[in-house]
Nanobody, 124 residues
Framework: QVQLVESGGGLVQAGGSLRLSCAAS????????MGWFRQAPGKEREFVAA????????LYGDSVKGRFTISRDNAKNTVNLQMNSLKPEDTAVYYC?????????????????WGQGTQVTVSS
């Protein structure tokens, strides 16, 4: 089992930037893919981004392409989400998630371990 702790959420004005981080423990970090999801009030949880074990490959949701960048540091057991050009519709609780292995896609069911979430609020 993997333990995940997110940090870096907060309040930012539209057009601003935030950087989320997720610290992982419990399994060899480089053995599994990682992802970020988000859930806005009254909406279903949606895929944001995912990254391969090595960090070479990544995948993004359509709503964040070109604005968000996912990265990982296997030496520090962390995955990051750099969020630029933020919009009010990016307001949500952001969750870090760990896949069971190397495979990853946009489905929540692919990710077996989840963090507690961190709130991101973008004001207009």
């Amino acid at each position: 089992q993997v333990q995940l702790v997110e940090s870096g959420g907060g309040l930012v004005q539209a057009g601003g930037s935030l950087r989320l981080s997720c610290a992982a423990s419990g399994r060899t970090f480089s053995s599994y893919a990682m992802g970020w999801f988000r859930q806005a009030p009254g909406k279903e949880r949606e895929f944001v981004a995912a990254i391969s074990r090595s960090g070479v490959s990544s995948l993004y949701g359509d709503s964040v392409k070109g604005r968000f960048t996912i990265s990982r540091d296997n030496a520090k057991n962390t995955v990051n989400l750099q969020m630029n050009s933020l919009k009010p519709e990016d307001t949500a609780v952001y969750y870090c998630a760990a896949a069971s292995g190397s495979y990853y896609d946009t489905r929540q069911s692919t990710f077996g371990s989840w963090g507690q979430g961190t709130q991101v609020t973008v004001s207009s």
